[in-house]
């Protein structure tokens, strides 16, 4: 494969946005790494997402326009989270790129409309993990239970999720008392699945959405 370099990955985002327009890109990506992730916020009126191969790796190419990216600060969103803070600044002011991550707060907690949503996909799927008849559809549904219960940790301890490769190290420096119960269900030990769904479901207070249809789609 062909050595990645800051200034090929600029390159590349520069043929989708013209370099006067970019305010900043941040990148991921290593020596003998199969993808590259490549985040951009540019003076632009869309965002765009681009994944393509390319001398075999694949590149995720993510073009924010600045009132998105405020959106998304304002949804809690994570993902642009670890893109701000934990992929390097390959171009652009730093003063600038750090303002714009200063748009997250230092803790991590879900607007209260996702929080519910989080709760009741628990509740959904914990019904369905109780009334499974066989140990293998059981493990099916615990197996996204267990997802749904880590980012509701997360939640709860104001840790912003890294990637799901990095939880178990995440769940452990937590070192709570779910944290470790966590931990056990993973590992397939002899854990209290009901107590954990009791504890995570407890503050449900209900769900109500609108939903509004327009000519444009909705990028998040």
């Not at 985002?13 to 941040?26: L, S, Y």
């Not at 996909?121 to 997802?147: A, E």
Request: aromatic share 12%; hydrophobic share 40%.
């Amino acid at each position: 494969m062909k050595k990645v370099t800051d200034a090929k990955i600029v390159d590349l985002v520069v043929d989708m946005v013209p370099k006067t327009k970019i305010i900043f890109i941040t990148a991921q990506y290593g020596k003998s790494t199969s993808d590259v992730d490549i985040y951009c916020v540019a003076d632009v009126r869309k965002s765009y997402v681009h994944i393509f191969l390319k001398n075999d790796r694949l590149y995720e190419i993510f073009i924010d326009s600045i009132k998105n990216l405020k959106k998304k600060a304002k949804n809690k969103d994570e993902i642009t989270f670890s893109f701000l803070h934990r992929m390097r600044l390959v171009y652009g002011d730093k003063t600038v790129h750090n303002n714009f991550k200063n748009l997250f707060p230092t803790r991590y907690s879900m607007p209260e409309y996702r929080l519910q949503k989080l709760i009741y996909r628990i509740k959904v799927i914990s019904s369905k993990y109780t009334s499974s008849k066989n140990d293998l559809l059981r493990n099916f549904f615990l197996g996204q239970l267990i997802q749904y219960f880590i980012m509701l940790e997360f939640h709860l301890n104001g840790i912003w999720p890294a990637s799901p490769k990095k939880w178990l190290e995440q769940l452990s420096q937590m070192n709570t008392a779910t944290s470790k119960q966590l931990i056990s269900l993973i590992a397939n030990k002899n854990t209290n699945v009901g107590s954990l769904i009791l504890e995570y479901t407890k503050n449900f207070k209900g769900l109500d959405l609108e939903y509004f249809t327009t000519n444009q789609t909705l990028i998040v």
